[in-house]
Protein backbone atom coordinates (compact mmCIF):
# COMPACT_ATOMS: atom_id res chain seq x y z
CA UNK A 1 0.00 0.00 0.00
CA UNK A 2 2.63 2.32 0.91
CA UNK A 3 4.80 1.54 -2.11
CA UNK A 4 1.11 2.08 -4.80
CA UNK A 5 1.14 5.52 -2.70
CA UNK A 6 4.70 6.36 -3.15
CA UNK A 7 4.98 5.12 -7.30
CA UNK A 8 1.63 7.50 -7.67
CA UNK A 9 3.44 10.08 -6.32
CA UNK A 10 6.22 9.68 -8.31
CA UNK A 11 4.37 9.10 -11.13
CA UNK A 12 3.03 12.40 -10.02
CA UNK A 13 6.23 14.36 -10.88
CA UNK A 14 5.82 14.51 -14.88
CA UNK A 15 2.38 15.85 -14.16
CA UNK A 16 3.41 18.36 -12.05
CA UNK A 17 6.23 19.55 -14.20
CA UNK A 18 3.67 19.90 -17.42
CA UNK A 19 1.44 21.77 -14.63
CA UNK A 20 4.27 24.24 -13.70
CA UNK A 21 4.92 24.88 -17.27
CA UNK A 22 1.05 25.85 -18.64
CA UNK A 23 1.18 28.14 -14.81
CA UNK A 24 4.31 29.75 -15.69
CA UNK A 25 3.07 30.16 -19.92
CA UNK A 26 -0.08 32.01 -18.05
CA UNK A 27 1.75 35.14 -17.67
CA UNK A 28 3.20 35.11 -21.41
CA UNK A 29 -0.39 34.32 -23.08
CA UNK A 30 -1.57 38.01 -21.22
CA UNK A 31 -1.11 40.49 -24.29
CA UNK A 32 1.26 42.64 -24.24
CA UNK A 33 4.46 41.88 -21.79
CA UNK A 34 3.82 41.51 -18.18
CA UNK A 35 5.52 45.09 -17.64
CA UNK A 36 3.19 47.00 -19.62
CA UNK A 37 0.76 46.19 -16.96
CA UNK A 38 2.26 48.03 -14.00
CA UNK A 39 3.38 51.14 -15.70
CA UNK A 40 2.17 54.27 -17.70
CA UNK A 41 1.90 53.99 -20.80
CA UNK A 42 4.43 56.87 -20.46
CA UNK A 43 6.91 55.74 -18.47
CA UNK A 44 10.59 56.60 -19.98
CA UNK A 45 12.46 53.44 -21.37
CA UNK A 46 14.51 53.15 -18.62
CA UNK A 47 12.55 52.83 -16.03
CA UNK A 48 10.59 50.08 -18.39
CA UNK A 49 13.88 48.21 -18.53
CA UNK A 50 14.85 48.61 -15.05
CA UNK A 51 11.77 47.16 -14.24
CA UNK A 52 12.27 44.17 -16.64
CA UNK A 53 16.02 43.69 -15.27
CA UNK A 54 14.28 43.60 -12.05
CA UNK A 55 11.40 40.98 -12.63
CA UNK A 56 13.78 39.02 -15.12
CA UNK A 57 11.87 39.72 -17.96
CA UNK A 58 14.46 40.32 -20.14
CA UNK A 59 16.22 37.16 -19.88
CA UNK A 60 15.03 34.28 -22.53
CA UNK A 61 12.21 32.06 -21.76
CA UNK A 62 13.59 28.81 -20.83
CA UNK A 63 16.07 30.63 -18.44
CA UNK A 64 13.41 32.76 -17.03
CA UNK A 65 11.01 29.32 -16.68
CA UNK A 66 14.16 27.49 -14.39
CA UNK A 67 14.29 30.61 -12.52
CA UNK A 68 10.62 31.14 -11.56
CA UNK A 69 10.51 27.17 -11.05
CA UNK A 70 14.02 27.43 -8.27
CA UNK A 71 12.25 30.09 -6.20
CA UNK A 72 8.41 28.61 -6.42
CA UNK A 73 10.12 25.89 -5.08
CA UNK A 74 11.95 26.95 -1.71
CA UNK A 75 7.72 28.66 -1.04
CA UNK A 76 8.56 31.84 -2.73
CA UNK A 77 5.73 33.04 -5.43
CA UNK A 78 6.73 36.45 -5.95
CA UNK A 79 5.45 39.63 -4.36
CA UNK A 80 1.78 41.26 -5.71
CA UNK A 81 1.93 43.70 -8.12
CA UNK A 82 -1.61 44.94 -6.82
CA UNK A 83 -0.59 44.92 -2.94
CA UNK A 84 3.21 44.81 -3.00
CA UNK A 85 2.45 42.00 -0.23
CA UNK A 86 4.49 38.25 -0.61
CA UNK A 87 2.19 35.97 -2.87
CA UNK A 88 2.07 33.00 -0.58
CA UNK A 89 1.02 34.91 2.47
CA UNK A 90 -2.77 35.94 0.61
CA UNK A 91 -2.81 32.83 -1.32
CA UNK A 92 -2.32 30.89 2.27
CA UNK A 93 -5.18 33.32 4.14
CA UNK A 94 -7.10 33.18 0.97
CA UNK A 95 -7.11 29.66 0.53
CA UNK A 96 -8.06 28.84 4.52
CA UNK A 97 -11.23 30.78 3.68
CA UNK A 98 -11.84 28.92 0.57
CA UNK A 99 -11.19 25.50 2.37
CA UNK A 100 -13.77 26.21 5.29
CA UNK A 101 -16.35 27.11 2.51
CA UNK A 102 -16.01 24.30 1.15
CA UNK A 103 -15.63 21.65 3.97
CA UNK A 104 -19.20 22.80 5.14
CA UNK A 105 -20.85 22.46 1.34
CA UNK A 106 -19.06 19.05 0.71
CA UNK A 107 -20.53 17.43 4.09
CA UNK A 108 -23.91 18.79 3.35
CA UNK A 109 -23.46 18.04 -0.27
CA UNK A 110 -22.13 14.19 0.14
CA UNK A 111 -24.61 13.31 3.50
CA UNK A 112 -27.92 14.24 1.26
CA UNK A 113 -26.15 12.69 -1.33
CA UNK A 114 -25.63 9.21 0.09
CA UNK A 115 -28.94 9.45 1.77
CA UNK A 116 -30.97 10.19 -1.58
CA UNK A 117 -29.16 7.85 -3.82
CA UNK A 118 -29.63 4.87 -1.60
CA UNK A 119 -33.54 6.13 -0.92
CA UNK A 120 -33.73 6.35 -4.66
CA UNK A 121 -31.95 2.61 -5.66
CA UNK A 122 -34.31 1.01 -2.80
CA UNK A 123 -37.19 2.78 -3.48
CA UNK A 124 -39.96 0.54 -4.25
CA UNK A 125 -42.24 3.23 -5.55
CA UNK A 126 -41.45 5.24 -8.66
CA UNK A 127 -42.15 8.73 -7.30
CA UNK A 128 -39.14 9.07 -4.80
CA UNK A 129 -37.25 7.46 -7.61
CA UNK A 130 -38.21 10.07 -9.76
CA UNK A 131 -37.97 12.51 -7.45
CA UNK A 132 -34.54 12.12 -6.28
CA UNK A 133 -33.82 11.32 -10.24
CA UNK A 134 -35.50 15.14 -10.65
CA UNK A 135 -33.31 17.04 -7.54
CA UNK A 136 -29.90 15.40 -9.38
CA UNK A 137 -30.91 16.84 -12.78
CA UNK A 138 -31.41 19.82 -11.64
CA UNK A 139 -28.05 19.72 -9.59
CA UNK A 140 -25.78 19.15 -12.72
CA UNK A 141 -27.99 21.49 -14.74
CA UNK A 142 -28.83 24.64 -12.55
CA UNK A 143 -25.94 27.74 -13.11
CA UNK A 144 -25.03 27.74 -9.93
CA UNK A 145 -24.08 31.62 -9.61
CA UNK A 146 -27.35 32.41 -10.58
CA UNK A 147 -28.76 30.27 -8.25
CA UNK A 148 -26.52 31.96 -5.40
CA UNK A 149 -28.25 35.41 -6.70
CA UNK A 150 -31.80 33.71 -6.38
CA UNK A 151 -30.70 32.77 -2.64
CA UNK A 152 -29.39 36.02 -1.79
CA UNK A 153 -33.26 37.81 -2.97
CA UNK A 154 -35.20 35.38 -1.64
CA UNK A 155 -33.27 35.34 1.93
CA UNK A 156 -31.10 38.27 2.02
CA UNK A 157 -33.35 40.92 0.14
CA UNK A 158 -36.96 39.44 0.66
CA UNK A 159 -36.95 38.03 4.09
CA UNK A 160 -33.74 39.72 5.89
CA UNK A 161 -32.83 36.79 7.17
CA UNK A 162 -29.32 36.28 6.48
CA UNK A 163 -26.73 38.41 5.10
CA UNK A 164 -26.64 38.45 1.42
CA UNK A 165 -22.39 39.28 1.54
CA UNK A 166 -18.99 38.95 3.65
CA UNK A 167 -17.71 36.60 5.78
CA UNK A 168 -18.84 38.16 8.66
CA UNK A 169 -19.92 40.90 10.52
CA UNK A 170 -18.04 44.36 9.13
CA UNK A 171 -15.65 44.85 12.01
CA UNK A 172 -14.37 41.53 12.10
CA UNK A 173 -11.48 39.99 10.34
CA UNK A 174 -10.80 36.43 10.18
CA UNK A 175 -12.87 33.82 10.79
CA UNK A 176 -14.71 32.61 14.12
CA UNK A 177 -17.19 29.96 14.80
CA UNK A 178 -19.74 31.77 16.71
CA UNK A 179 -23.22 32.40 15.22
CA UNK A 180 -22.68 35.66 13.15
CA UNK A 181 -20.20 34.17 11.08
CA UNK A 182 -22.14 31.08 10.85
CA UNK A 183 -25.36 32.98 9.29
CA UNK A 184 -22.66 34.51 6.68
CA UNK A 185 -21.74 30.96 5.15
CA UNK A 186 -25.63 29.24 4.82
CA UNK A 187 -25.87 30.42 1.79
CA UNK A 188 -22.77 30.49 -0.12
CA UNK A 189 -22.37 26.67 1.22
CA UNK A 190 -25.76 26.28 -0.45
CA UNK A 191 -24.96 27.86 -3.34
CA UNK A 192 -22.13 25.46 -3.45
CA UNK A 193 -23.03 22.14 -2.58
CA UNK A 194 -25.69 22.21 -5.80
CA UNK A 195 -23.49 20.63 -8.13
CA UNK A 196 -21.52 17.65 -5.82
CA UNK A 197 -25.44 17.02 -4.74
CA UNK A 198 -26.39 16.64 -8.03
CA UNK A 199 -23.26 14.69 -9.22
CA UNK A 200 -22.26 12.63 -6.20
CA UNK A 201 -26.57 11.63 -6.28
CA UNK A 202 -26.50 10.10 -9.31
CA UNK A 203 -23.69 7.96 -9.00
CA UNK A 204 -24.98 6.61 -5.36
CA UNK A 205 -28.08 5.62 -7.31
CA UNK A 206 -26.56 4.28 -10.17
CA UNK A 207 -24.18 2.22 -8.27
CA UNK A 208 -26.04 0.73 -5.36
CA UNK A 209 -28.39 0.01 -7.64
CA UNK A 210 -26.00 -2.26 -9.67
CA UNK A 211 -25.08 -3.86 -6.81
CA UNK A 212 -28.18 -4.86 -5.61
CA UNK A 213 -28.41 -6.58 -9.13
CA UNK A 214 -25.30 -8.99 -8.04
CA UNK A 215 -25.67 -12.14 -7.30
CA UNK A 216 -24.15 -11.81 -3.83
CA UNK A 217 -27.27 -9.96 -2.78
CA UNK A 218 -29.55 -12.47 -3.88
CA UNK A 219 -27.32 -15.26 -2.11
CA UNK A 220 -27.35 -13.26 0.98
CA UNK A 221 -31.05 -12.59 0.79
CA UNK A 222 -31.41 -16.53 0.18
CA UNK A 223 -29.51 -17.25 3.19
CA UNK A 224 -31.95 -15.15 5.32
CA UNK A 225 -29.40 -12.13 5.95
CA UNK A 226 -31.57 -9.27 7.46
CA UNK A 227 -31.49 -5.81 5.11
CA UNK A 228 -29.68 -3.78 7.19
CA UNK A 229 -26.94 -5.84 7.19
CA UNK A 230 -27.33 -6.67 3.71
CA UNK A 231 -27.05 -2.83 2.97
CA UNK A 232 -23.71 -2.95 4.93
CA UNK A 233 -22.30 -5.19 2.24
CA UNK A 234 -24.05 -2.84 -0.43
CA UNK A 235 -22.71 -0.05 0.46
CA UNK A 236 -19.04 -1.61 1.01
CA UNK A 237 -19.15 -2.85 -2.91
CA UNK A 238 -20.63 0.52 -4.08
CA UNK A 239 -18.03 2.88 -2.03
CA UNK A 240 -15.35 2.61 -4.39
CA UNK A 241 -16.78 4.13 -7.35
CA UNK A 242 -18.75 6.69 -5.14
CA UNK A 243 -15.25 8.20 -3.90
CA UNK A 244 -13.74 8.65 -6.88
CA UNK A 245 -16.68 10.44 -7.98
CA UNK A 246 -16.67 12.43 -4.18
CA UNK A 247 -12.65 13.08 -4.57
CA UNK A 248 -13.31 14.37 -7.72
CA UNK A 249 -15.98 16.86 -6.63
CA UNK A 250 -14.50 17.84 -3.99
CA UNK A 251 -11.72 19.16 -5.73
CA UNK A 252 -13.85 20.80 -8.71
CA UNK A 253 -15.87 22.11 -6.05
CA UNK A 254 -12.72 24.30 -4.36
CA UNK A 255 -11.42 25.19 -8.12
CA UNK A 256 -14.69 26.42 -9.47
CA UNK A 257 -15.79 28.22 -6.26
CA UNK A 258 -14.78 31.71 -8.12
CA UNK A 259 -18.41 32.27 -9.14
CA UNK A 260 -19.75 31.46 -5.73
CA UNK A 261 -17.26 33.59 -3.91
CA UNK A 262 -17.42 36.54 -6.17
CA UNK A 263 -21.31 36.39 -5.57
CA UNK A 264 -21.22 36.74 -2.06
CA UNK A 265 -17.61 38.30 -1.76
CA UNK A 266 -16.40 35.83 0.31
CA UNK A 267 -12.75 36.31 0.74
CA UNK A 268 -10.62 32.93 -0.55
CA UNK A 269 -9.09 31.92 -3.46
CA UNK A 270 -11.84 32.87 -6.15
CA UNK A 271 -12.71 36.32 -4.87
CA UNK A 272 -8.32 36.98 -5.01
CA UNK A 273 -8.31 35.18 -8.62
CA UNK A 274 -11.13 37.41 -9.77
CA UNK A 275 -9.91 40.52 -8.28
CA UNK A 276 -6.25 39.96 -9.57
CA UNK A 277 -7.22 39.05 -13.19
CA UNK A 278 -9.01 42.59 -13.46
CA UNK A 279 -6.07 44.39 -11.58
CA UNK A 280 -3.64 42.35 -14.12
CA UNK A 281 -1.92 40.86 -10.91
CA UNK A 282 -0.33 38.15 -12.65
CA UNK A 283 2.14 36.93 -10.00
CA UNK A 284 -1.11 36.61 -7.75
CA UNK A 285 -3.31 35.17 -10.81
CA UNK A 286 -0.06 32.12 -11.34
CA UNK A 287 0.08 31.51 -7.57
CA UNK A 288 -3.07 30.92 -6.61
CA UNK A 289 -3.48 28.84 -10.34
CA UNK A 290 -0.57 26.87 -9.00
CA UNK A 291 -1.66 26.04 -5.30
CA UNK A 292 -5.52 25.39 -6.41
CA UNK A 293 -3.55 22.78 -9.03
CA UNK A 294 -1.09 21.12 -6.91
CA UNK A 295 -4.19 20.67 -3.74
CA UNK A 296 -6.28 18.87 -6.50
CA UNK A 297 -3.78 17.16 -7.79
CA UNK A 298 -2.80 15.78 -4.38
CA UNK A 299 -6.34 15.13 -3.49
CA UNK A 300 -7.02 12.96 -6.52
CA UNK A 301 -3.86 10.91 -5.44
CA UNK A 302 -5.24 10.83 -1.88
CA UNK A 303 -8.74 9.37 -2.81
CA UNK A 304 -6.98 6.86 -5.93
CA UNK A 305 -5.27 5.05 -2.46
CA UNK A 306 -8.09 5.74 -0.09
CA UNK A 307 -9.83 3.63 -3.04
CA UNK A 308 -7.05 0.91 -3.25
CA UNK A 309 -7.32 0.67 0.75
CA UNK A 310 -10.98 0.20 0.66
CA UNK A 311 -11.29 -2.53 -2.60
CA UNK A 312 -8.69 -4.43 -2.55
CA UNK A 313 -9.59 -6.16 -5.93
CA UNK A 314 -8.51 -3.06 -8.04
CA UNK A 315 -4.90 -3.54 -7.81
CA UNK A 316 -2.69 -1.04 -9.75
CA UNK A 317 1.13 -0.37 -10.88
CA UNK B 1 -20.95 22.43 -13.96
CA UNK B 2 -18.31 20.06 -13.55
CA UNK B 3 -17.70 17.78 -16.32
CA UNK B 4 -18.07 14.56 -15.48
CA UNK B 5 -15.50 12.09 -17.14
CA UNK B 6 -16.98 8.16 -17.18
CA UNK B 7 -15.54 5.82 -14.75
CA UNK B 8 -12.96 4.34 -17.31
CA UNK B 9 -10.58 3.24 -14.50
CA UNK B 10 -12.48 0.97 -13.23
CA UNK B 11 -12.63 -1.21 -16.58
CA UNK B 12 -16.29 -0.82 -16.99
CA UNK B 13 -16.86 -1.23 -20.94
CA UNK B 14 -18.17 1.66 -22.55
CA UNK B 15 -19.23 -0.05 -26.08
CA UNK B 16 -20.91 -3.13 -26.85
CA UNK B 17 -19.32 -3.96 -30.02
CA UNK B 18 -21.43 -2.89 -32.73
CA UNK B 19 -21.18 -5.40 -35.76
CA UNK B 20 -20.30 -3.36 -38.72
CA UNK B 21 -22.61 -4.97 -41.31
CA UNK B 22 -25.77 -4.21 -38.83
CA UNK B 23 -24.44 -0.12 -38.25
CA UNK B 24 -27.56 1.24 -40.73
CA UNK B 25 -30.02 -1.26 -38.85
CA UNK B 26 -28.51 0.04 -35.10
CA UNK B 27 -28.87 3.82 -36.11
CA UNK B 28 -32.73 3.28 -37.09
CA UNK B 29 -33.62 1.55 -34.15
CA UNK B 30 -31.92 4.30 -32.42
CA UNK B 31 -33.94 6.89 -34.19
CA UNK B 32 -37.04 4.63 -33.63
CA UNK B 33 -36.37 4.55 -29.24
CA UNK B 34 -35.50 8.61 -29.67
CA UNK B 35 -38.91 8.46 -31.54
CA UNK B 36 -40.94 6.83 -28.60
CA UNK B 37 -39.20 8.90 -25.34
CA UNK B 38 -41.54 12.05 -25.14
CA UNK B 39 -38.65 13.60 -22.54
CA UNK B 40 -36.49 13.65 -25.58
CA UNK B 41 -38.68 14.77 -28.13
CA UNK B 42 -40.04 17.94 -25.81
CA UNK B 43 -36.03 18.73 -25.08
CA UNK B 44 -35.66 18.82 -28.82
CA UNK B 45 -38.85 20.34 -29.37
CA UNK B 46 -37.69 23.00 -26.46
CA UNK B 47 -34.07 23.06 -27.99
CA UNK B 48 -35.05 24.11 -31.52
CA UNK B 49 -37.58 26.85 -30.29
CA UNK B 50 -34.54 28.29 -28.84
CA UNK B 51 -32.45 28.26 -31.86
CA UNK B 52 -34.64 29.10 -34.02
CA UNK B 53 -35.82 32.09 -32.28
CA UNK B 54 -32.39 33.41 -31.77
CA UNK B 55 -31.29 32.98 -35.16
CA UNK B 56 -34.62 34.88 -36.27
CA UNK B 57 -34.86 37.43 -34.23
CA UNK B 58 -34.48 40.39 -36.51
CA UNK B 59 -37.72 38.86 -38.14
CA UNK B 60 -39.83 38.65 -35.02
CA UNK B 61 -40.76 42.38 -34.72
CA UNK B 62 -38.90 42.60 -31.21
CA UNK B 63 -37.71 45.89 -30.16
CA UNK B 64 -34.10 46.92 -30.68
CA UNK B 65 -31.68 45.38 -28.28
CA UNK B 66 -29.52 47.94 -27.71
CA UNK B 67 -31.62 50.98 -27.50
CA UNK B 68 -31.21 52.27 -24.31
CA UNK B 69 -33.92 54.74 -22.95
CA UNK B 70 -32.77 56.61 -19.24
CA UNK B 71 -36.49 56.98 -18.21
CA UNK B 72 -37.76 53.31 -19.02
CA UNK B 73 -35.61 51.70 -16.22
CA UNK B 74 -36.07 48.70 -14.56
CA UNK B 75 -39.58 48.04 -15.71
CA UNK B 76 -41.59 45.01 -14.07
CA UNK B 77 -42.67 42.41 -16.22
CA UNK B 78 -45.90 42.85 -18.05
CA UNK B 79 -45.26 46.33 -18.68
CA UNK B 80 -47.07 47.56 -22.08
CA UNK B 81 -44.92 47.50 -24.69
CA UNK B 82 -42.35 45.48 -22.59
CA UNK B 83 -43.74 42.19 -21.54
CA UNK B 84 -41.05 40.74 -19.80
CA UNK B 85 -40.07 44.47 -18.46
CA UNK B 86 -36.80 46.63 -19.29
CA UNK B 87 -33.11 46.23 -17.73
CA UNK B 88 -31.04 48.77 -15.78
CA UNK B 89 -30.23 50.66 -19.00
CA UNK B 90 -34.14 50.62 -20.48
CA UNK B 91 -33.56 48.02 -23.12
CA UNK B 92 -36.36 45.48 -23.45
CA UNK B 93 -35.40 42.46 -21.96
CA UNK B 94 -37.73 40.09 -24.10
CA UNK B 95 -35.85 41.88 -27.35
CA UNK B 96 -32.47 41.06 -25.08
CA UNK B 97 -33.47 37.67 -24.16
CA UNK B 98 -34.01 36.04 -27.46
CA UNK B 99 -31.11 37.68 -28.90
CA UNK B 100 -29.00 36.72 -26.31
CA UNK B 101 -29.57 33.05 -27.13
CA UNK B 102 -27.36 33.59 -30.44
CA UNK B 103 -24.28 34.59 -28.26
CA UNK B 104 -24.97 31.96 -25.35
CA UNK B 105 -25.76 28.79 -27.75
CA UNK B 106 -22.62 29.77 -29.42
CA UNK B 107 -20.45 30.16 -27.16
CA UNK B 108 -22.16 26.76 -25.86
CA UNK B 109 -21.62 24.38 -28.75
CA UNK B 110 -18.52 25.74 -31.04
CA UNK B 111 -16.42 24.96 -27.90
CA UNK B 112 -18.03 21.49 -27.93
CA UNK B 113 -17.52 20.68 -31.63
CA UNK B 114 -14.02 22.02 -31.94
CA UNK B 115 -13.14 19.45 -28.57
CA UNK B 116 -15.15 16.82 -30.42
CA UNK B 117 -12.93 17.27 -33.39
CA UNK B 118 -9.68 17.83 -31.85
CA UNK B 119 -9.86 15.57 -28.83
CA UNK B 120 -11.66 12.98 -31.10
CA UNK B 121 -8.92 13.26 -33.62
CA UNK B 122 -5.86 13.16 -30.72
CA UNK B 123 -7.80 10.39 -28.89
CA UNK B 124 -8.54 7.95 -31.57
CA UNK B 125 -4.63 8.49 -32.66
CA UNK B 126 -3.60 7.29 -28.97
CA UNK B 127 -5.86 4.18 -28.75
CA UNK B 128 -5.33 3.47 -32.50
CA UNK B 129 -1.19 3.73 -32.76
CA UNK B 130 -0.63 2.91 -29.22
CA UNK B 131 2.50 2.81 -27.92
CA UNK B 132 4.44 5.85 -27.35
CA UNK B 133 1.96 8.10 -29.13
CA UNK B 134 -0.69 7.22 -26.53
CA UNK B 135 2.31 7.88 -23.99
CA UNK B 136 2.97 11.39 -25.12
CA UNK B 137 -0.49 12.05 -25.97
CA UNK B 138 -2.35 10.99 -23.20
CA UNK B 139 0.29 12.45 -20.37
CA UNK B 140 0.06 16.01 -22.15
CA UNK B 141 -3.87 15.61 -21.32
CA UNK B 142 -2.81 14.22 -17.82
CA UNK B 143 -1.48 17.85 -17.23
CA UNK B 144 -4.59 19.80 -18.14
CA UNK B 145 -6.71 17.01 -16.03
CA UNK B 146 -4.65 18.19 -12.78
CA UNK B 147 -6.58 21.49 -12.89
CA UNK B 148 -10.46 21.41 -11.94
CA UNK B 149 -11.62 22.49 -15.32
CA UNK B 150 -13.57 25.64 -13.88
CA UNK B 151 -9.86 26.96 -12.74
CA UNK B 152 -8.45 26.41 -16.18
CA UNK B 153 -11.33 27.72 -17.72
CA UNK B 154 -11.01 31.08 -15.54
CA UNK B 155 -7.05 31.14 -15.15
CA UNK B 156 -6.56 30.49 -18.80
CA UNK B 157 -9.17 33.59 -19.96
CA UNK B 158 -7.85 35.73 -17.46
CA UNK B 159 -4.46 35.47 -18.77
CA UNK B 160 -5.51 36.27 -22.21
CA UNK B 161 -7.67 39.12 -21.38
CA UNK B 162 -11.98 39.30 -22.05
CA UNK B 163 -13.45 38.43 -25.42
CA UNK B 164 -15.40 36.18 -27.23
CA UNK B 165 -12.69 34.89 -29.21
CA UNK B 166 -10.48 33.89 -25.60
CA UNK B 167 -13.47 32.38 -24.24
CA UNK B 168 -13.74 30.08 -26.94
CA UNK B 169 -10.25 29.04 -27.25
CA UNK B 170 -10.21 28.70 -23.21
CA UNK B 171 -13.31 26.65 -23.46
CA UNK B 172 -12.19 24.26 -26.47
CA UNK B 173 -8.84 23.28 -24.78
CA UNK B 174 -10.77 22.64 -21.24
CA UNK B 175 -13.14 20.62 -23.47
CA UNK B 176 -10.36 18.73 -25.40
CA UNK B 177 -8.66 16.00 -22.35
CA UNK B 178 -11.95 15.06 -20.97
CA UNK B 179 -12.99 14.12 -25.04
CA UNK B 180 -10.04 12.61 -25.93
CA UNK B 181 -9.94 10.21 -23.02
CA UNK B 182 -13.24 8.99 -23.91
CA UNK B 183 -12.38 8.59 -27.67
CA UNK B 184 -9.42 6.84 -26.56
CA UNK B 185 -10.95 4.25 -23.82
CA UNK B 186 -12.90 3.02 -26.85
CA UNK B 187 -10.70 2.65 -29.52
CA UNK B 188 -8.30 0.63 -27.45
CA UNK B 189 -11.25 -0.97 -26.73
CA UNK B 190 -12.43 -1.84 -30.09
CA UNK B 191 -9.64 -2.53 -31.17
CA UNK B 192 -8.75 -5.76 -29.43
CA UNK B 193 -11.92 -7.37 -30.70
CA UNK B 194 -11.82 -9.80 -33.54
CA UNK B 195 -13.63 -8.48 -36.15
CA UNK B 196 -11.05 -5.99 -36.27
CA UNK B 197 -8.60 -8.70 -36.73
CA UNK B 198 -10.76 -10.38 -39.22
CA UNK B 199 -11.46 -7.17 -41.16
CA UNK B 200 -7.57 -6.69 -41.67
CA UNK B 201 -7.00 -10.25 -42.32
CA UNK B 202 -9.58 -9.74 -45.44
CA UNK B 203 -7.65 -6.84 -46.71
CA UNK B 204 -9.01 -3.89 -45.28
CA UNK B 205 -6.55 -0.83 -44.79
CA UNK B 206 -5.98 1.14 -41.38
CA UNK B 207 -7.78 3.68 -42.89
CA UNK B 208 -10.97 1.66 -43.93
CA UNK B 209 -11.23 0.26 -40.21
CA UNK B 210 -10.64 3.37 -38.64
CA UNK B 211 -13.36 5.05 -40.05
CA UNK B 212 -16.00 1.36 -40.20
CA UNK B 213 -15.23 -0.19 -36.94
CA UNK B 214 -13.54 2.64 -34.67
CA UNK B 215 -15.53 5.89 -35.54
CA UNK B 216 -18.75 3.37 -35.87
CA UNK B 217 -18.11 2.35 -32.03
CA UNK B 218 -16.94 5.58 -30.97
CA UNK B 219 -19.37 7.80 -32.00
CA UNK B 220 -22.01 6.45 -30.16
CA UNK B 221 -20.43 7.54 -26.56
CA UNK B 222 -18.88 10.20 -27.84
CA UNK B 223 -22.03 11.60 -28.75
CA UNK B 224 -23.95 11.22 -25.71
CA UNK B 225 -21.20 12.50 -23.50
CA UNK B 226 -20.83 16.03 -25.77
CA UNK B 227 -24.43 16.55 -25.48
CA UNK B 228 -24.02 16.90 -21.94
CA UNK B 229 -20.84 18.85 -22.13
CA UNK B 230 -22.43 21.16 -24.20
CA UNK B 231 -24.75 21.67 -21.00
CA UNK B 232 -21.81 22.35 -19.02
CA UNK B 233 -19.95 24.75 -21.90
CA UNK B 234 -23.22 26.78 -21.84
CA UNK B 235 -22.69 27.46 -17.61
CA UNK B 236 -19.04 28.30 -18.08
CA UNK B 237 -19.38 30.05 -20.79
CA UNK B 238 -21.95 32.37 -18.90
CA UNK B 239 -20.26 32.37 -16.20
CA UNK B 240 -16.90 33.70 -17.55
CA UNK B 241 -19.14 36.61 -19.03
CA UNK B 242 -20.84 36.82 -15.47
CA UNK B 243 -17.07 37.48 -14.40
CA UNK B 244 -17.08 39.42 -16.81
CA UNK B 245 -13.76 37.31 -18.43
CA UNK B 246 -16.36 36.74 -21.84
CA UNK B 247 -18.79 38.59 -23.88
CA UNK B 248 -18.04 42.47 -23.81
CA UNK B 249 -20.68 44.79 -23.22
CA UNK B 250 -23.69 45.82 -24.68
CA UNK B 251 -23.48 42.52 -26.27
CA UNK B 252 -27.04 40.57 -24.90
CA UNK B 253 -25.54 37.44 -23.65
CA UNK B 254 -27.15 35.40 -20.96
CA UNK B 255 -24.23 35.35 -18.38
CA UNK B 256 -23.39 38.70 -18.78
CA UNK B 257 -26.85 40.15 -18.25
CA UNK B 258 -27.36 38.43 -15.40
CA UNK B 259 -23.92 40.18 -13.94
CA UNK B 260 -25.81 43.63 -15.34
CA UNK B 261 -28.97 43.24 -13.83
CA UNK B 262 -27.26 42.20 -10.18
CA UNK B 263 -27.94 45.97 -9.12
CA UNK B 264 -31.25 45.52 -9.34
CA UNK B 265 -32.19 42.63 -7.03
CA UNK B 266 -32.88 45.13 -4.46
CA UNK B 267 -35.41 46.62 -7.11
CA UNK B 268 -37.03 44.23 -9.35
CA UNK B 269 -35.61 40.59 -8.11
CA UNK B 270 -37.95 38.81 -10.45
CA UNK B 271 -36.23 40.49 -13.58
CA UNK B 272 -32.55 40.42 -12.47
CA UNK B 273 -33.20 36.39 -12.17
CA UNK B 274 -34.61 35.98 -16.02
CA UNK B 275 -31.37 35.58 -17.76
CA UNK B 276 -30.63 32.55 -15.75
CA UNK B 277 -34.13 30.84 -16.07
CA UNK B 278 -32.90 30.81 -19.62
CA UNK B 279 -29.38 29.31 -19.20
CA UNK B 280 -31.37 26.84 -16.65
CA UNK B 281 -33.60 25.69 -19.54
CA UNK B 282 -31.52 25.22 -21.82
CA UNK B 283 -29.06 23.04 -19.91
CA UNK B 284 -31.32 21.19 -18.59
CA UNK B 285 -32.48 20.20 -21.52
CA UNK B 286 -29.41 18.81 -23.00
CA UNK B 287 -28.94 17.33 -20.15
CA UNK B 288 -31.90 15.43 -20.77
CA UNK B 289 -31.42 14.97 -24.33
CA UNK B 290 -28.05 13.26 -23.05
CA UNK B 291 -29.53 11.21 -20.87
CA UNK B 292 -32.04 9.78 -24.16
CA UNK B 293 -29.46 9.58 -26.15
CA UNK B 294 -27.63 7.63 -23.43
CA UNK B 295 -30.57 4.97 -23.38
CA UNK B 296 -31.68 4.79 -27.19
CA UNK B 297 -27.70 4.05 -27.99
CA UNK B 298 -27.94 1.64 -24.98
CA UNK B 299 -24.42 2.87 -24.06
CA UNK B 300 -23.02 2.86 -20.87
CA UNK B 301 -20.89 5.84 -19.21
Partial sequence: MFLYALRRLIYLVPVAFGVSLLVFALVHLAPGDPISAIVPPDAPKEVVDKLKEYYGFDKPLPVQYFRWLGVTLTGDFGTSIGTGRPVASEVASAFGNTIILAIAATTLAFTLAVILGTAAAYAKSRIVDRLVTLISLVGVSVPHFWLAIVLVIIFAVELGALPPMGMGPENSTGWRLDSAHLAHMVLPTIALSVIPLGVVTRTVRSTIKETLSMEFVTALQAKGMSDAKILRHVLKNAAPTCLAVMGLQAGNLIGGSILIETVFAWPGTGFLLNSAIFRRDLPILQGTTLVLAGFFMLLNLTVDVIQTMVDPRIKRG | ?301
Fill in chain 2, 1 to 301: MTIQSPSLELGTALVQPIAAAAGRGYWQSVARRLRRDPVTLVCAGVLILLVASALAAPWLGLADPYKTSMIRRLYPLGSPGHLLGTDELGRDMLARLIYGGRLSLFMGVTPVVCALLIGGLLGITAGFVGGKTNMAIMRVMDVFYAFPSVLLAISLSGAMGAGTENTLLSLTLVFIPPVCRVSESVTTQVRGFDFVDAARASGAGTLTIVRVHVLGNVLGPILVYATSLISVAIILAAGLSFLGLGVKPPEPEWGLMLNTLRQAIYVNPVLAALPGVMIFITSICFNLMSDGLRSAMDVKA
